[in-house]
């Protein structure tokens, strides 16, 4: 049996990494505390702005996803707070998780796994639930490939 050349994963991660990444990479490293690491990192995150079409800060995190996601929920809500979350895969299934974990009080809109929520489906979760103080949700729903309009939630 021959084997492939290249392997490709169609998943959201890892990824294949090209060659002159992996040459990047065997580079000594550069200690994170030092001036040329921070002058490194500023370029980054300024050149990201342009990327995700912002003018505002760009924050990094050296964290999968669900460290994202809980950052998120301990800087946006105190325990006993409300939220509304969508779930309508595993990581809507996991807003809610963080958030019941950090003691705040989860409102799950639910969403048929594999289909995007509608708008109006937020908006009516906020009008039942006056006291909540953010809505989670992610814009691709990476387990079934649904894609969230967020611009849209967001202009609610």
Known sequence: MRKASKQYLFTPGPAPVPPEVLLEMARPVIHHRTPEFSAVLDS???RLKPLFGTHQEV????SSGTGAMEAAVVNLLDPDHHAVYVNGGKFGERWGKLIVAHGAIAHEVK????RSVRPEQVDDAL??????????VQASETSTGALHPIA???EI
């Open 127 to 136: 009008r039942e639930n006056p006291a909540a103080r953010a809505v989670f």
């Open 152 to 154: 849209e939630i967001g």
């Open 44 to 46: 980054a995150r300024e």
């Open 111 to 114: 969403v048929e796994w594999g």
């Open 59 to 62: 924050i990094l995190l050296a």
